[in-house]
């Protein structure tokens, strides 16, 4: 108690305060490697407080890596990533992830909608059973990139892009603050591209953070706000229009590249 009467704060309350002024995302001086091979070597980044975040970098960069770091999905060899100011076991709750649809095992028996719904674990409880109720919540999150008439339809009977929309309605049904995305716009078709793009500028209208690691170099400045550029250390970090110039992506690639207009698309990430 404090001198004049009054209580003072408990630990875990200046905790959870420390948490909510800290950054989304507070990368110090992270090094991951992989069989004693450098994945990536210090590096340190901190993220803006909402908007869209492109990770744009060469083959091998190190981009998926980082993501997984920031999950604690890989180890790392020193260094950390930290999650509103704490490590990633303590916000689990405020992080949505959707991995690379190649690393999906599509032949799961589920339906779009049974997917979707597995977003909403955390608040149902993992050993309760999904009523009525959370599975038409589930089928709202599914009309929302235009898929609710194939919320029956096993996933791996849908298209690549009906497939990626189902996992970003399964990131939305989570309802966090934080949203880490492998590649999501690799491979997809226009509509997707299109429905995708909305749904993020959606989630930075209502002051989320969209992390999203991405490998079209002429779209960058049509979808994000910011870009973190990286080959294995970080070459630049900050808004689209002061630091996604020519001089730094022939830096990060290590050549000079074509006009922006003109950029082909960099293979995907390991």
């Not at 490590?87 to 589920?110: H, L, N, T």
């Not at 989630?203 to 979808?223: F, Q, T, W, Y």
Request: charged share 20%.
């Amino acid at each position: 108690m404090a001198a004049d009467g009054v209580l003072a704060p408990s630990r875990s309350d200046v905790q959870s305060a420390d948490a909510m002024r800290s950054p989304p995302v507070a990368v110090h001086n992270l090094s991951v490697a992989y069989g004693g091979v450098p994945a990536l070597i210090d590096v340190t980044w901190t993220s803006p407080p909402s908007g869209l975040v492109a990770i744009v970098g060469p083959n091998g960069a190190g981009k998926s890596t980082l993501l997984k770091a920031m999950l604690g999905l890989v180890p790392a060899a020193s260094g950390e990533a930290l999650i509103h100011g704490e490590k990633i076991e303590r916000q689990y709750g405020r992080v949505a992830y959707v991995p690379q649809r190649s690393s999906v095992d599509w032949d799961f028996p589920a339906t779009a909608l049974d997917v979707v719904a597995m977003g909403l674990y955390r608040r149902i409880g993992w050993l309760r059973p999904v009523r009525r109720a959370d599975r038409e919540r589930a089928r709202g999150y599914l009309e929302t990139v235009g898929l609710s008439d194939l919320a029956d339809r096993q996933i791996g009977a849908l298209s690549g892009g009906q497939q990626q929309r189902v996992f970003i309605a399964r990131a939305l049904a989570q309802e966090s603050s934080l949203y880490l995305l492998d590649e999501p716009f690799a491979g997809v078709d226009a509509t997707t591209e299109r429905i995708m793009t909305n749904v993020f500028r959606k989630l930075r209208a209502d002051g989320a953070l969209v992390i999203c690691v991405h490998h079209d170099l002429g779209s960058v400045p049509e979808i994000f706000d910011h870009v973190l550029l990286l080959n294995r250390h970080v070459i630049a970090a900050g808004p689209v229009v002061t630091d996604f110039t020519p001089a730094l992506i022939a830096k990060t690639y290590g050549v000079p590249l074509e006009p922006l207009g003109q950029a082909k698309a960099a293979p995907d990430d390991v």
